[in-house]
């Protein structure tokens, strides 16, 4: 058995840590530091405000797409997609916005909170990479919810040119989808003029093309069986939209 007195332990101890001390200088001289992290990509946001320019009709939450030229929310004289039809009858865009996002063409889409009841406001953002500028454009599309079946908002304005702090104001018309007839009964319209089903999967409109509305008539005007007044009519334009790139 070998001792070792009290200098011979600190003798050993000492070349322990000499030993330890240069292993660690040796790591340190042949350590490379990571890369730092790439940058996050630039992003271009634009905020889409839409004003109820009507006496007495209540537009649904707006549904705004940002997208490509691909792409189009409903094309005039053509039949609406499901997505429209649930948005033109029940005020509802889920279904619109899940056909947009699904859409290898589309960028972004937001809803906005809730409905816009007559000369009431609101703004949604939208933002998309940098990248996607190029031909980029913005559609928007809200229900006249005291109607069966009509739209409003605008389709595919180009904004990819836009600069940080360039805006469009632009007025909208109100458009038929087409999908169910205009009966104007309270049993066929959700809003508070009705309280009616809204959407119904049956398209009952013999023409099922989207086309610019002839608006309402009322009982007002002679139309027995409607359920609305004067103060349900509208004359175009619907609403104000604008859209304002904010960076």
Not at 69 to 74: P, Q, R
Not at 184 to 208: K, L, Q
């Amino acid at each position: 058995m070998m001792f070792m007195n009290r200098t011979g332990i600190l003798r050993f101890a000492a070349v322990g840590l000499a030993a330890t001390l240069f292993s660690a200088c040796s790591d340190s001289d042949n350590f490379v530091p990571p890369p730092p992290p790439p940058p996050p990509p630039a992003m271009a946001s634009f905020e889409v405000t839409l004003t109820n320019l009507t006496n007495g009709q209540p537009l649904s939450p707006i549904a705004v797409i940002a997208h490509q030229d691909a792409y189009s929310v409903f094309t005039v004289g053509s039949a609406a997609t499901a997505g429209l039809e649930q948005l033109a009858e029940g005020g509802d865009n889920s279904a619109l916005l899940a056909e947009a996002d699904a859409d290898a063409a589309v960028m972004a889409s937001a809803s906005g909170a809730a409905p816009i009841g007559p000369a009431g406001s609101e703004t949604v953002t939208v933002t998309v990479l940098q990248s996607e500028l190029p031909g980029l454009t913005i559609s928007l599309s809200s229900m006249l919810v005291n109607t069966n079946d009509a739209v409003t908002g605008v389709n595919a304005v180009p904004v990819g040119a836009f600069a940080a702090g360039d805006t469009r104001t632009m007025r909208s018309i109100a458009y038929d989808a087409g999908t169910e007839a205009n009966t104007e009964a309270a049993a066929h319209i959700p809003g508070p003029a009705g309280g009616g089903e809204g959407f119904n999967a049956a398209r009952d409109d013999r023409a099922d093309l989207v086309a610019m509305h002839a608006g309402v008539v009322g009982q007002d005007d002679g139309f027995a069986a409607s359920d609305l007044t004067g103060q349900h009519r509208f004359d175009n334009p619907i609403a104000q939209i604008r859209i304002e790139r904010i960076n």
